[in-house]
T-cell receptor, first 112, second 114 residues
């Protein structure tokens, strides 16, 4: 099993450009999450999903959109990137009845 | 606001030495407290998990303690190895069924030198 994978690993964007980050998991988990990690701060939840076709806002959802069209994939979109969105983005997933979240390797995004 | 504070922010020790990392939280109520290890350039990996009724939990050379009265947890690393160099993150979970999500500390960066 690959676990949780994220693509791309690294990306540079110009302000105003758009992009989509892909998260995939092969553990048949219902719950999936997108976090951002900034220096000196704890991981902050952007959006999450409790099942295929459902999404919900987390702590810092502004400027991001998500979609969960397939159970194994969770997409994070930036419609118009801003320098404040420079961060490392982590995807995580977990089983419905178990609380341990499994994290992907992260995507490092730089917005100029 | 529910918070998780970790100390120290960073720590440097020599290989073979022991160390203790601290976590103070104000999240209440909570269902469990976890310690995650995050290697540089990787995602966090769960080390230990304790419910609010547990006092200690071990995972090899890692031992976590929890004092629910003082809202403090610690992670003790015994006989440190170079591979222990990482960020250690304290995470508090809300009660099952709560709309709140996990609260993450900002981590303690541990460096183990040969």
């Amino acid at each position: 099993n690959a676990g949780v994978t994220q693509t791309p690993k690294f990306r540079v964007l110009k302000t105003g450009q758009s992009m989509t980050l892909l998260c995939a998991q092969d553990m048949n988990h219902e719950y999936m999450y997108w976090y951002r990690q900034d220096p000196g701060m704890g991981l902050r939840l952007i959006h999450y999903s409790v099942g295929e076709g459902t999404t919900a806002k987390g702590e810092v959802p502004d400027g991001y959109n998500v979609s969960r069209l397939k159970k194994q994939n969770f997409l994070l979109g930036l419609e118009s990137a801003a320098p404040s969105q420079t961060s490392v983005y982590f995807c995580a997933s977990r089983h419905t009845t178990k609380e341990t979240q499994y994290f992907g390797p992260g995507t490092r995004l730089l917005v100029l | 606001k529910n918070q998780v504070e970790q100390s120290p922010q960073s720590l440097i020790i020599l290989e073979g030495k022991n160390c203790t990392l601290q976590c103070n939280y104000t999240v209440s109520p909570f269902s469990n407290l976890r310690w995650y290890k995050q290697d540089t350039g990787r995602g966090p990996v769960s080390l230990t998990i304790m419910t609010f009724s547990e006092n200690t939990k071990s995972n090899g050379r890692y031992t976590a303690t929890l004092d629910a009265d003082t809202k403090q947890s610690s992670l003790h690393i015994t006989a440190s190895q170079l591979s222990d160099s990482a960020s250690y993150i304290c995470v508090v979970s809300p009660p099952s069924g709560s709309a709140r999500q996990l609260t993450f500390g900002s981590g303690t960066q541990l460096t183990v030198l040969p």
